[in-house]
């Protein structure tokens, strides 16, 4: 009887440190490896401190003083497979994209050599990396969305799997930026305090843009851009105007502004009219707007004037065409004005 007791303990004891060991187990990680290398285009030479990142993973790698990476990302199960965009970066190079690269759980992909070219930048510029992806509210890359940093001309369009990337010209010191995006039939958006620093690709948190309330059967245009001070300093509560359209806008604190607008068919030539209390009002004309595409205005520079109230509109007949050559005037003042070929 005593030993069937003892000998239940011992099995128990067995079971139970076995039990113990698969509780303490750890839990195994799936992971892709991707290898390659770089080179400079002109001399054929490795390039190392080149940024290796995959599109929709926040995994990055630099390759080393021969030119070579080894970068892994972590796949959802043992089984999986994906097609995947490989990205390149450099400061003073530019950017690369590798798409279709097939990745496996547990396997080594081996990608072709990547040849980088320098970019023509001016002596005494510094250069700064912007990336990122975006998605809609269900999760899904979102193609043609127009990127822009606030008073940089410098933008860029994501690919087909929402991917972007692009520099842009600073000066030696850090600098925070507001990032925005602006598709057709989404609600722009913003991501502010953004440190951008020389020599360095930033990786911007994901964007993920809602869906807008646009009337079936109607073309909309979008319109975007950033206005600026004769200093180069972001000009905020700037109207933003169209003529003959009722759409507006207003600049916000880092002086960019994104809206729609209806248009008549699936493009339309236009003037866009930028106007703020104290500064001198800016048009620019003969901007296409097309339908489902969003359009980058030139940045506007405005010079401060000495008005201290402004009155902007527009003026149509009663067919609802522009008006030229309309005198305005205001009771008691010499101040006056025409309205142009757009009526404004």
């Given at each position: 009887m005593r030993k069937s007791i003892t000998l239940f303990i011992v099995i128990f004891i067995l079971v139970t440190l076995s039990c113990d060991k698969d509780i303490l187990k750890p839990k195994s990680i799936t992971l892709a490896t991707l290898k390659g290398n770089v080179i400079e285009s002109v001399n054929q030479m490795p390039l190392s401190g080149v940024t290796v990142s995959v599109s929709n993973y926040t995994e990055s790698v630099q390759t080393d003083s021969m030119g070579q990476y080894t970068l892994q990302v972590e796949l959802e199960t043992s089984t999986s497979s994906e097609q995947i965009t490989l990205t390149t970066w450099k400061s003073g190079y530019i950017p690369l994209q590798i798409k279709d690269i097939t990745i496996k759980a547990n396997k080594t992909a081996l990608v072709p050599t990547i040849s980088m070219s320098p970019v023509s930048v001016e002596e005494g510029d510094y250069i700064a990396g912007v990336s990122g992806n975006i998605v809609d509210e269900y999760e899904n890359p979102l193609e043609e969305v127009l990127v822009t940093i606030s008073g940089h001309a410098e933008h860029s369009y994501t690919d087909s799997s929402g991917f972007f990337s692009f520099e842009v010209g600073i000066d030696n010191t850090p600098k925070n930026v507001t990032v925005n995006t602006s598709k057709v039939g989404y609600n722009p958006c913003s991501i502010e305090n953004v440190t951008l620093e020389a020599n360095i690709m930033t990786l911007i948190p994901t964007f993920s843009m809602t869906t807008a309330s646009v009337e079936q059967g109607n073309y909309i245009a979008g319109v975007s851009g950033n206005v600026?001070?004769?200093?180069?300093?972001?000009?905020?509560?700037?109207?933003?105007?169209?003529?003959?359209?009722?759409?507006?806008?207003?600049?916000?604190?880092?002086?960019?502004?994104?809206?729609?607008?209806?248009?008549?068919?699936?493009?339309?030539?236009?003037?866009?009219?930028?106007?703020?209390?104290?500064?001198?009002?800016?048009?620019?004309?003969?901007?296409?707007?097309?339908?489902?595409?969003t359009a980058l205005m030139p940045t506007f520079s405005m010079n401060r004037n000495s008005y201290i109230a402004g009155v902007s509109g527009n003026v149509v007949d009663e067919y609802e065409n522009p008006l030229e050559e309309v005198l305005i005037t205001i009771s008691g003042r010499a101040d006056h004005s025409y309205t142009d070929s757009s009526g404004f």
């Amino acid at each position: 009887m005593r030993k069937s007791i003892t000998l239940f303990i011992v099995i128990f004891i067995l079971v139970t440190l076995s039990c113990d060991k698969d509780i303490l187990k750890p839990k195994s990680i799936t992971l892709a490896t991707l290898k390659g290398n770089v080179i400079e285009s002109v001399n054929q030479m490795p390039l190392s401190g080149v940024t290796v990142s995959v599109s929709n993973y926040t995994e990055s790698v630099q390759t080393d003083s021969m030119g070579q990476y080894t970068l892994q990302v972590e796949l959802e199960t043992s089984t999986s497979s994906e097609q995947i965009t490989l990205t390149t970066w450099k400061s003073g190079y530019i950017p690369l994209q590798i798409k279709d690269i097939t990745i496996k759980a547990n396997k080594t992909a081996l990608v072709p050599t990547i040849s980088m070219s320098p970019v023509s930048v001016e002596e005494g510029d510094y250069i700064a990396g912007v990336s990122g992806n975006i998605v809609d509210e269900y999760e899904n890359p979102l193609e043609e969305v127009l990127v822009t940093i606030s008073g940089h001309a410098e933008h860029s369009y994501t690919d087909s799997s929402g991917f972007f990337s692009f520099e842009v010209g600073i000066d030696n010191t850090p600098k925070n930026v507001t990032v925005n995006t602006s598709k057709v039939g989404y609600n722009p958006c913003s991501i502010e305090n953004v440190t951008l620093e020389a020599n360095i690709m930033t990786l911007i948190p994901t964007f993920s843009m809602t869906t807008a309330s646009v009337e079936q059967g109607n073309y909309i245009a979008g319109v975007s851009g950033n206005v600026i001070d004769e200093y180069e300093n972001p000009l905020k509560e700037v109207l933003i105007t169209i003529p003959g359209h009722a759409e507006h806008s207003h600049t916000d604190s880092s002086g960019f502004f994104s809206f729609e607008i209806e248009i008549d068919s699936s493009s339309e030539n236009v003037t866009i009219n930028a106007s703020k209390m104290g500064y001198n009002p800016h048009s620019i004309e003969n901007i296409t707007l097309e339908a489902n595409k969003t359009a980058l205005m030139p940045t506007f520079s405005m010079n401060r004037n000495s008005y201290i109230a402004g009155v902007s509109g527009n003026v149509v007949d009663e067919y609802e065409n522009p008006l030229e050559e309309v005198l305005i005037t205001i009771s008691g003042r010499a101040d006056h004005s025409y309205t142009d070929s757009s009526g404004f």
